[in-house]
């Protein structure tokens, strides 16, 4: 079932233009209100910063997604001060690759702190080219600046809310196959 979501929480920060838009809609999803989930990341000098937390089955959710479309020194996406993982949230930390589907692969996490545990997938986007690690990342935006090419960058991270793994693995595929086909139409590759 296909439920409408109502935007819970957009932050632009200097949008440059950048429209609105909607978050992606989870088949078998509604929207969470109210409550607020931990918030995982420390994403800063965004552009523009979209996130809401969704209710799938039983598992919270939360997806954020940081766009970089305008990149200069001091305002980048790929440094060592972005972080998918809070400095104080790390407690429990677990991190491997992990293929999602075609050539999406997204680097996983175990995250607990203060006895909310999740697992969270996260991968970045160059110019609609995914890359789990920062350092491909940062050759694909250095092989685009060679050939003068300006691409957004995006950071975006999907948090299962749950300790049964098996429940968290199948609301992260859904939720990651869902977010990143949402993100490539919004940059129209």
């Known amino acids: 079932m296909l439920v409408v979501l109502l935007v819970d929480e957009l932050l632009t920060r200097n949008s440059g233009g950048l429209q609105t838009l909607p978050?992606?809609?989870?088949?078998?999803?509604?929207?969470r209100h109210g409550e607020r989930l931990l918030r995982w990341s420390s994403i800063q000098g965004y552009d523009q910063q979209l996130r809401m937390d969704y209710a799938c089955e039983g598992v919270s959710v939360s997806i954020e997604i940081?766009?970089?479309?305008?990149?200069?020194q001091g305002k980048e996406a790929i440094t060592q001060k972005n972080s998918v993982i809070n400095g104080g949230i790390a407690a429990g930390l677990f991190l491997q690759d992990r293929a999602v589907r075609g050539c999406l692969s997204v680097s996983e996490y175990r995250i607990d702190h203060?006895?909310?545990r999740g697992t969270l997938w996260s991968w970045y986007s160059v110019g609609g080219k995914p890359s789990s690690t920062p350092?491909?990342?940062?050759?694909?935006?250095?092989?685009?600046?060679?050939?003068?090419?300006?691409?957004e960058t995006a950071i975006i991270s999907v948090v299962a809310w749950t300790d049964d793994k098996t429940k968290a693995n199948k609301a992260l595929e859904r939720a990651v196959s869902r977010t990143w086909?949402?993100?490539l139409d919004q940059l129209n590759y």
């Open 135 to 151: 350092v491909v990342a940062k050759l694909i935006e250095l092989r685009d600046a060679v050939f003068l090419r300006r691409n």
């Open 181 to 183: 086909q949402w993100y």
């Open 23 to 31: 978050m992606p809609q989870l088949d078998g999803c509604s929207t």
């Open 66 to 72: 940081s766009r970089f479309v305008e990149q200069r």
């Open 114 to 116: 203060g006895g909310q």
